[in-house]
C-alpha cells in the first residue's frame, strides 16, 4: 500500500519538477522574453547589455526623421526608416521592413518598437504598436492596429 | 432614473448585510424564521440590483449624458444595439453587472435549496452575501477627490452627506466607479464606445464570462459552508455539482467567445495571443475543469478531499483576480483600464483576506476531511484523475506566472520583462499533450488498479489506432514532429470515444433490442453525466486539431496591387477591382473591392475595409474572412494610396481555424447533455439532501457502481 503511493508521489514529483524545469528555461532562453522600456534613454542607458535580444521601447516618433523606401526592384517589402525618441539626445535609430504599420503611425506619435537590437545600434523592428492617448482606454493588440 | 439607481444600490447594501448577519445567526441557532428571513434577504438583494441595473439600462438607452458613466461610453449616434452593451464597457458598469449576476445566482441557489434541511445553505447564502457587501462597498463607498470640482457640485444627497461627514476638502467627492454619478454640467457629445467593442461578440462574451466568475462564487460557498458547519462530508458536493458545471459552461463559453471575437475583429488574425485579459479567463477555467475532475473520485472514492477544498480557494480565488486583472491597469492590454490606486488596494485586500480566511478555516478543520481510501496503484483511474489534476493546476500556475512576470520583474530587477506568446508556447504544448492523453486515459482506465487485461481491452485499438494516424499522415509527407504527435494524440482519444459509444450501443441493443439510434439516444439520456463527458472530450480533440494545425501550418503575404493587377499566392489569386471611399453616421470608411479566385475559378467578390471613427478619433482596420472548413482565407486591408490607384492586402492562410468553433460547440452540446436534468437523479438528491448526512456516508459505494 504505502510502496504503491510513494511511486505515485514520485511520478506527480517529476511531473512537477518537469513543469519547473521548462519554464525556467523558457524564461533563461533568448527571444522568449522581452525587456519594456518605458523611455529611450532608459533604454540607452543599459543598451549594451541587450545586443541581439528582444526589447520593447516606448517613445515618440522624431519629427523629420520618417523615411519610407516603397517596394521596388530590389526590395520586395517596404521599408520604413525613422528615429525613436524621448529628447533630442537620447534617440534609437528604427529600422523596419514590411507593411503592417499601424494606421495612427505618425510623426510624434507616442509609439512601442518590439525587435532586436543589433550591435550596429539599429532597432531592427519586428512589430510596431501605436500607443492611444489615454482618452480611448485601450492598449493595442498585437496586430498593432489600434 | 439615476437616483433610483443609486437609491437601489444603497438599499442593496443594507440588505445585503442584514442577510449575512440574519443567515449566520438563523443557522447557528437552528431557527428556521431567522433563515426565511435571511432567504428573503436575498431576493430582496436580487430584486433592488436588477432595479438598479434596469435604471442604468434606461439611462444608456436614453444617452442622458449628464450621468457621467453615460457620456464616457456612449455617444449620440452610437447605434441603441451597442448603447446597452455599454453597460459592461467601463468598470462602474462592470462591477455592477458582477453583483447583479451574484445576486441573481444566490437568488436561485436560495430557491432551488429553499426546502433542503441543512445548515449548508443558509452558511452558502452568508458567505455569498459577503463576497457581494465587498463589490457593493466598492461600488458605493470608493471615492477620490476631484480638484476641478468645488464641494457645492456634488449633486447626489448621499454623496454631499459623505463629503460633509468624511470633511473630505481638496475637491469635490467623486465615487470611483459608480456609474450613477451625475456631472455637475452635461457634455454636448459623449465620448463614445471604443470601436472593436462594436461587435455582436461584445454583446455576449463579458456577461457570459462573468455568468463564469461569478457562478464558481456558489461551489466555494458551499466549501466554506461545509467548513464553517462541520458537515465537510460529499453533501456540498453533490448539492454543487449542477452549479459547478454550469459556471464550466459559462467558462468554457466565455474563453471560446474570447477567441472568436479576436479572430473576427482584432484582424490580426489569430484567435489567442496570451494577453493577461484573455489569461485572466483562462486561468480560472482550468482550475474549474481540475475541480470538476478531482469531485468525481471525491464523490466515487471519497478521496481528495482536502485537495477539493484547496482547488475551489484557488478557483474563486482566480475569478476575483480575473475580474481585477481586467478591471484595472496593472498589466495594459485591450480591456485593461482605469488605474486607481485605492481601487487596487481594495481588491488586493479584498482577495488576500478571503483567501487566507478561506485557508485557515480549511486548516482548522482539516481533521474532517480524512481520506476514506488509499491509491492502490500507479495504474488506476483514481490515479489518471490525480495527474489530471497535476498538469491542470501546473498549466494554471504557468499561465499565471506569465501573466504577472511584468510585475515580479519590474520589482525584483527594476526592469519590466514580459514574455511572449512564444514562451506560454512552448512551455504548454508538453502540458497540453499530457492532458489530451489524459482525455483518452482517464474515462477508461479501471478503478483502484488496472491489470493486462483491463488495460488491453481499454486500449488496444486505440492506441493502433492513433500510430496508425501518425505514420499515415508521415506517409502523406507530413513533416512536422508536433503535428505528428498531436495528430496520433487526438486520433487515439477520438478512438476511445468511439469505442465508448460503441460497446454501450451494442450492449443496449443486446439486452433490449432497440435500433442503432434509439440505443444510442437511450445511452445517453439514462447516463447523461458519463456521455455528456465523452461529448465534451470529443469537443475538446476537435478544437486541439484546430489549434495545431492552425498554429503549425498558417501562410502569410502581403500583396501591393495597382487595381485591376492580380497575384497569384498558394494557390490563391487576387485580384483589386475598386476602390471607394463613404461617410456613415458614426465614421468613414475606406473600401477596397477584391476577386478571390482558386485554383483560377472565382470564389468570392469580396471588401476589405478600414473605418474612421469620429467620436472616438480612431481607425480600425477590418478583418474579411472566407470560411471553409478546410482552411480560412483571412483578409485585411494593409495600406492604400490616397487616391486609390494601389492597395496592400494582407493574406493569411489559416487551416481547419473553423474546426475550434466547431469543436467549441460539441463542447457546449456536450456540457447542456451533462447538466440536463436527470428525473433520478433529482428524486434522489431531494431524498438524500432531506435525510441529511448520515444518508451521504452510504452514497459514494452505491455511486462507485454506476
Not at chain 1, 68 to 90: E, H, I, K, M
Not at chain 2, 436 to 456: F, H, K, M, S, Y
Not at chain 2, 563 to 592: C, I, M, T, W
Request: with cysteine.
Amino acid at each position: 500500500m504505502r510502496a504503491r503511493n510513494i511511486k505515485v508521489m514520485i511520478s506527480l514529483g517529476l511531473v512537477i519538477g518537469a513543469i519547473a524545469v521548462l519554464v525556467i528555461a523558457s524564461t533563461t532562453r533568448s527571444g522568449y522574453t522581452t525587456h519594456y522600456y518605458r523611455t529611450p534613454s532608459e533604454f540607452l542607458a543599459r543598451s549594451h547589455d541587450y545586443v541581439n535580444s528582444m526589447v520593447r521601447v516606448n517613445g515618440k516618433v522624431v519629427q523629420g526623421s520618417i523615411r519610407r523606401t516603397p517596394v521596388s526592384a530590389q526590395n520586395s517589402l517596404p521599408v520604413l526608416d525613422f528615429v525613436l525618441g524621448d529628447s533630442l539626445n537620447n534617440t534609437v535609430p528604427v529600422h523596419y521592413v514590411g507593411t503592417t504599420v499601424p494606421d495612427a503611425f505618425k510623426e510624434g506619435a507616442d509609439v512601442v518598437v518590439e525587435g532586436i537590437y543589433t550591435s550596429e545600434g539599429v532597432l531592427e523592428a519586428k512589430q510596431l504598436l501605436v500607443k492611444c492617448p489615454s482618452k480611448y482606454e485601450a492598449a493595442p493588440k498585437p496586430s498593432g492596429n489600434v | 432614473m439615476s437616483e433610483i439607481g443609486q437609491f437601489s444600490l444603497l438599499l442593496a447594501f443594507l440588505v445585503c448585510w442584514y442577510t449575512v448577519f440574519a443567515a449566520i445567526m438563523g443557522a447557528r441557532r437552528n431557527s428556521p424564521e431567522l433563515i426565511a428571513s435571511a432567504y428573503r434577504g436575498v431576493w430582496s438583494f436580487f430584486f433592488l440590483l436588477t432595479i438598479a441595473s434596469g435604471a442604468l439600462m434606461y439611462l444608456l438607452a436614453v444617452r442622458d449624458l449628464n450621468v457621467e458613466y453615460v457620456a464616457r461610453y456612449t455617444s449620440s449616434n452610437l447605434p441603441m444595439f451597442y448603447a446597452i452593451p455599454a453597460f459592461w464597457a467601463g468598470n462602474a458598469g462592470s462591477l455592477v453587472l458582477w453583483v447583479w449576476i451574484l445576486s441573481g445566482y444566490s437568488a436561485l441557489m436560495v430557491w432551488r435549496h429553499r426546502i433542503t434541511d441543512t445548515p449548508l445553505v443558509p452558511y452558502a447564502a452568508a458567505v455569498l452575501m459577503l463576497v457581494g457587501s465587498f463589490f457593493m462597498t466598492l461600488i458605493i463607498f470608493l471615492f477620490q477627490t476631484d480638484a476641478s470640482m468645488t464641494p457645492q457640485m456634488v449633486r447626489d444627497p448621499f454623496y454631499r452627506v459623505m463629503q460633509a461627514v468624511l470633511g473630505v476638502s481638496g475637491g469635490g467627492l467623486h465615487p470611483t466607479c459608480n456609474p450613477f454619478w451625475r456631472l455637475p454640467f452635461t457634455p454636448a457629445e459623449g465620448l463614445g464606445l471604443n470601436p472593436q467593442l462594436q461587435n455582436p461578440g461584445m454583446m455576449f462574451h463579458p456577461p457570459t464570462l462573468y455568468l463564469g466568475y461569478v457562478g464558481m462564487a456558489i461551489p466555494f460557498a458551499f466549501g466554506m459552508a461545509a467548513l464553517v458547519s462541520g458537515q465537510a462530508d460529499n453533501q456540498w458536493l453533490i448539492l454543487t455539482r449542477r452549479w459547478t458545471i454550469t459556471a464550466w459552461f459559462f467558462l468554457s463559453l466565455g474563453n471560446i467567445l474570447g477567441g472568436w471575437w479576436a479572430y473576427v475583429t482584432l484582424g490580426w488574425g489569430g484567435y489567442w495571443a496570451w494577453d493577461p485579459v484573455e489569461n485572466a479567463a483562462f486561468i480560472p477555467w482550468l482550475l474549474a475543469t481540475a475541480f470538476l475532475h478531482s469531485v468525481m473520485i471525491q464523490e466515487k472514492r471519497g478521496m481528495l478531499k482536502i485537495w477539493n477544498m484547496v482547488l475551489i480557494i484557488a478557483a474563486f480565488g482566480m475569478t476575483i483576480f480575473g475580474t481585477y486583472l481586467t478591471r484595472s491597469g496593472i498589466i495594459s492590454s485591450v480591456h485593461a483600464f482605469a488605474r486607481n490606486e485605492a481601487f487596487n488596494l481594495a481588491f488586493l485586500l479584498f482577495m488576500a483576506t478571503s483567501v487566507m480566511a478561506a485557508t485557515f478555516l480549511l486548516i482548522t478543520r482539516v481533521d474532517l476531511l480524512k481520506s476514506e481510501h488509499q491509491l492502490d496503484s500507479l495504474l488506476s483511474r483514481e490515479s489518471a484523475f490525480l495527474f489530471n489534476n497535476v498538469v491542470f493546476v501546473g498549466a494554471a500556475f504557468v499561465v499565471l506566472f506569465g501573466t504577472l512576470f511584468p510585475l515580479f520583474s519590474q520589482v525584483f530587477r527594476g526592469v519590466q520583462v514580459s514574455v511572449g506568446v512564444m514562451w506560454f508556447n512552448a512551455i504548454l504544448w508538453p502540458l497540453w499533450a499530457a492532458l489530451l492523453i489524459l482525455t483518452g486515459v482517464g474515462p477508461l482506465i479501471a478503478w483502484r488498479r488496472a491489470d493486462a487485461a483491463n488495460l488491453r481491452r481499454n486500449f488496444l485499438y486505440p492506441v493502433a489506432f492513433g500510430l496508425l494516424v501518425a505514420v499515415g499522415l508521415a506517409l502523406f509527407g507530413m513533416r512536422s514532429g508536433y503535428a505528428l504527435g498531436f495528430a496520433g494524440i487526438c486520433a487515439f482519444v477520438l478512438a476511445t470515444i468511439v469505442q465508448e459509444f460503441y460497446r454501450g450501443t451494442k450492449a443496449r441493443m443486446a439486452i433490449s433490442k432497440e435500433t442503432i439510434p434509439v440505443a444510442m439516444t437511450h445511452l445517453v439520456s439514462r447516463q447523461n453525466r458519463r456521455y455528456g463527458g465523452y461529448l465534451i472530450h470529443l469537443g475538446i480533440v476537435i478544437i486541439a486539431v484546430g489549434i495545431t494545425a492552425s498554429s503549425l501550418f498558417q501562410r502569410e503575404a502581403d500583396l501591393t496591387l495597382r487595381r485591376g493587377e492580380r497575384k497569384p499566392f498558394q494557390g490563391y489569386a487576387f485580384q483589386y477591382l475598386s476602390f471607394r471611399q463613404f461617410a456613415e453616421p458614426n465614421r468613414d470608411v475606406h473600401a477596397a473591392t477584391l476577386q478571390v479566385f482558386r485554383h483560377d475559378a472565382l470564389m468570392r467578390t469580396a471588401e476589405v475595409v478600414k473605418e474612421d471613427y469620429y467620436a472616438e478619433q480612431m481607425r480600425w482596420t477590418k478583418a474579411k474572412i472566407l470560411y471553409t472548413l478546410k482552411e480560412d482565407v483571412y483578409l485585411t486591408l494593409g495600406s492604400f494610396s490616397e487616391d486609390g490607384s494601389t492597395v496592400t492586402i494582407n493574406v493569411k492562410l489559416n487551416p481547419l481555424v473553423s474546426w475550434i468553433w466547431i469543436g467549441g460547440a460539441v463542447l457546449i452540446a456536450g456540457t447542456v447533455v451533462a447538466m440536463w436534468p436527470d428525473k433520478r437523479e433529482r428524486e434522489h438528491r431531494r431524498r438524500t439532501a432531506l435525510r441529511g448526512s448520515r444518508a451521504e456516508r452510504r452514497r459514494p459505494e452505491a455511486a462507485a457502481r454506476a
